[in-house]
């Protein structure tokens, strides 16, 4: 069997791609593993992101990190872990097709997937920026447009209303599903205007640039600026609960302080945690995570 690997980072994205630059600067021998599926590569311009005044596109920013890990001689190899076992040694065995990694510790950064509305071409939609998914992203983007939120529970509720900050112009679309809000929040929508369209929708269109244009099955036609699709998120926590790693409801990895996992020596970092899904948030994640690893080999 190979040596082990110091650590084995799982996912390159934002969290991942961080965690592999400061594990590489602490002279840590690592593999980094990606099925280059990132969330991040969908942003068409982040203008909350700190010391990108002008903004940054989801594209360049995975090229400056890659980049960056390449500077210290870490490429990540294109693949897909399939399997993680935790060895009785403490070490961990990955697979991944036919490759096999052996590492003392392993960093999980593999992210969540949103939950695609049922319109045509939904990840060309949120290239060019019609359909959007995350609103303490850009809702800044939208002040006094008309927006519509895609969701037919709580959650589109509760994303509506805090989209009211930025704009009056707030409609929820269920999309010809029965709307199951709770009494106070459908109470909630009605107080904050909030229209609610339960129609089907037929046709997507875009015109002018930026409108976006929605054709009930009734023929009537609904403009908007901008849509935000509210069906959640499948995270992407499969590998650390196969080895019994506590989780949220929503599939969010628990982690401590160190952002080690209830698994020792499983650690994870970014939208896979339970956390805010930000890149400032998964960067942050990996540079605490990326340390204690380094501390804990160290020891
Ligand atoms: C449309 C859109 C706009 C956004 N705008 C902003 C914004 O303006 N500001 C902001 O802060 N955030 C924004 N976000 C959120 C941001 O993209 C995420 O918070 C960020 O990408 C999380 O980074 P991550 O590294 O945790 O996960 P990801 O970037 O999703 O990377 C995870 C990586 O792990 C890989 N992976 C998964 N499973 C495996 C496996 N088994 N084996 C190998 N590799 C695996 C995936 O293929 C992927 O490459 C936006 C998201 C979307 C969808």
């Not at 590492?103 to 359909?131: C, F, H, M, S, W």
């Amino acid at each position: 069997m190979n040596a082990p690997y110091d650590c084995l980072v799982i996912g390159g994205g934002p969290a991942g791609l961080t965690a592999a630059i400061y594990l590489a600067r602490f002279r840590r021998r690592l593999a980094l593993i990606d099925a280059e599926e990132s969330r991040a590569r969908m942003i068409p311009l982040s203008h909350n992101f700190p010391a990108w005044p002008e903004g940054i596109s989801g594209v360049e920013l995975l090229s400056r990190l890659k980049q960056h890990a390449q500077r210290y001689g870490v490429t990540a190899i294109p693949m897909t872990v399939e399997h993680l076992a935790a060895n009785t040694d403490g070490h961990f065995t990955a697979r991944a097709r036919d490759l096999e990694i052996h590492a003392k510790t392993v960093l999980l950064a593999t992210g969540t997937v949103d939950i695609e509305p049922p319109l045509p071409n939904p990840q060309g939609a949120t290239r060019d920026g019609y359909l959007r998914y995350c609103p303490v992203c850009d809702a800044y983007e939208v002040i006094d447009r008309r927006v519509a939120v895609i969701g037919w529970n709580d959650r589109a509720v509760r994303e509506a209303l805090f989209l009211r900050t930025f704009t009056a112009a707030l409609t929820l679309l269920t999309l010809g599903h029965e709307p199951g809000f709770s009494d106070p929040n459908r109470e909630n929508a009605a107080r904050a205007g909030i229209a609610i369209v339960a129609e089907p929708i037929h046709r997507i269109g875009f015109e002018q640039a930026q409108v976006t244009s929605l054709y009930g099955a009734n023929g009537k036609i609904y403009r908007f600026d901008a849509i935000y699709a509210a069906l959640g998120c499948r995270n992407r926590c499969d590998l650390a609960v196969a080895l019994g790693a506590e989780h949220d409801a929503e599939g969010g990895l628990k982690v401590n302080a160190h952002m080690q996992t209830t698994v020792p020596g499983l650690y994870a970092a970014g939208d896979v945690v339970s956390a805010l899904n930000q890149i400032s948030v998964a960067t942050g994640q990996a540079a605490i995570a990326a340390t204690a690893i380094h501390n804990r080999l160290r020891d």
